[in-house]
């Protein structure tokens, strides 16, 4: 038999670029929570471009598509593959949507006690002093893929551990960072010789070595 759908959860399919109806598409993550189960369609708003909320919850439309071994190695050892998909709202669970804001950068949002990037937890991160970091570069000025706060820096929504945050500098295209030892592209380092250091858009070089960056994984060859 033929599954009957609310016309007003019709109307909020179109509205936000929902491309089908089906009531499975509304699963949040492992925790099977149907959002048109808990949604409260009166006070339901979109927030930028890929936030929403109502006054009971805050939900987000993107989906980090990640190939990926142990998000804990950042050697160059196993390569991932990072991608972004527009989807069906899903819940943020916890945040509060009483105290929730999109940053100027549309993937970055927080509210009284987080920072989430696209939906995500920023584990760690401080919400009084966290920022995006801009490329030096205007032409990427919305190419923010790193971040930081008064003790850590962050790609998208991972704490990058050992970095120096004093000489932490992002390339002029957003693409990769480094500080006075390394250098860091995704979730791979590459120990640098900084004196000798030369960064460019698309590639950088030292006295050793050209560094390359590979696409969405972001691994570093070096030659």
């Known amino acids: 038999m033929a599954m009957k759908i609310n016309p007003i959860f019709i109307i909020l399919c179109v509205m936000f670029g929902i491309t089908s109806c089906s009531k499975s598409l509304f699963l949040s993550s492992k925790d099977k929570i149907y959002i048109k189960d808990i949604m409260d369609k009166k006070s339901f708003q979109k927030i930028g471009e890929f936030y929403a909320k109502d006054k009971n919850h805050v939900y987000c439309n993107i989906c980090l598509d990640e190939t990926t071994a142990s998000h804990s190695d950042m ?38 006690n987080y920072v989430y990037y696209a939906g995500i937890l920023i584990e760690g991160a401080d919400v009084k002093s966290f920022k995006p970091i801009k490329p030096t570069n205007p032409l990427y000025s919305s190419n923010m893929l790193y971040s930081k706060d008064d003790k850590h820096a962050f790609f998208r929504y991972y704490k990058i551990d050992g970095i120096d945050l004093s000489s932490f500098t992002v390339a002029s295209n957003g693409n990769y960072a ?9 979730l791979y380092k590459e120990e ?23 696409g969405y994984d972001g691994f570093i060859s070096k030659k």
């Open 75 to 112: 050697s160059a050892g196993q390569k991932r593959k990072f991608a972004i998909h527009m989807m069906q709202y899903k819940l943020i669970k916890g945040a509060d949507p009483q105290a929730f804001e999109v940053m100027e950068v549309a993937m970055f949002s927080h509210d009284e």
């Open 178 to 186: 480094y500080d006075n030892k390394y250098l860091y592209s995704h």
């Open 192 to 214: 640098i010789d900084i004196a000798t250091f030369i960064p460019g858009e698309y590639s950088c070089r030292d006295k050793n070595y050209i560094y390359n960056f590979g």
